[in-house]
Structures are given as C-alpha cells and as structure tokens.
C-alpha cells in the first residue's frame, strides 16, 4: 500500500510544488503524493524554469488550499512543511496516524536581484529539496 504524503508551504507556489514533483518522480511508484498551500497563489515562473532544466513540467499543475483538503477529510501518512517554522504552525492538524515533519527551505518568491541571480538561488533551492526528498524515500523503504 502506497504512503499518502501532503508537502505544505504558504503558497503552493515553489517548494511544495518542487517537493512534490521530486517524491512523484523518484518513488512515484512508492508514493501518493499532493501538496497544497496556506494561502495559494499562482505557480512561481522560477520554480516552473528550474525544474524544467532537470526534466520535470510542473507548468500545468494547480494550487491547492490545504484546508480544502483538511475539510475534505483527506488523511497522509506525512504532512511535511517546507516553509518557516511560523508559516508551518498554521497548519491544520489532519485526523488519523499522521507525521508530521517540518523542512525549512527559502522561499524563491522572496529573492531578488537579476534574473540570473534569482534563478542561481531557486536552483539551490531545488537541488536541496531534490536531496531532502532522496534522504525521505531512502528512510521510508517498504
């Protein structure tokens, strides 16, 4: 049986999606996998460019309101966090056997500078999301 894993950040907009799209592509196979935001917004460009360059289209995807899925009576065997410690606080509390697991990564929408500057900074987001997602699947062997 497949583990149901719900990634949260504030927007839905970046690091969720990019942690999503990492679990789906490496253990899709292993994994149910959604995520969702506290407030959603639009997909981040940056984040949509970025992991395109690794091989991953996440330009179609949608927003999700996590608490849409908390009223839809959705269970996760992980919700997992990927913004501040304060944003993740406000995250609903979900029924049943749930862990939850809290992954700090900068969030691409605060970054400034050039566009090169702005991408070079999402990447590294990206490459640590893509290594955080590697080091859960290897700890979650079925």
Known sequence: MKKKVL???ERNSARSQMAEAWLKHLAGDRFVVHSAGLEPGTLNPHA???MAEAGIDIAG???DSVFAFYKQG????????VCSPEKANRCPV???ITTRLHWDFPDPAGFSG?????????????DTIRAKVAAFISNNRQ
Do not use: M, S, W
């Not at 269970?75 to 966090?81: E, N």
């Open 7 to 9: 990634f949260v950040c």
């Open 94 to 96: 979900f029924p049943g």
């Open 61 to 63: 995807n949608q927003t």
């Open 48 to 50: 949509i460019a970025v």
């Open 74 to 81: 959705r269970l996760y065997d992980y919700v997992i966090t």
């Open 114 to 126: 050039t566009e090169e500057e702005i991408l070079a900074r999402t990447r590294n987001v990206r």
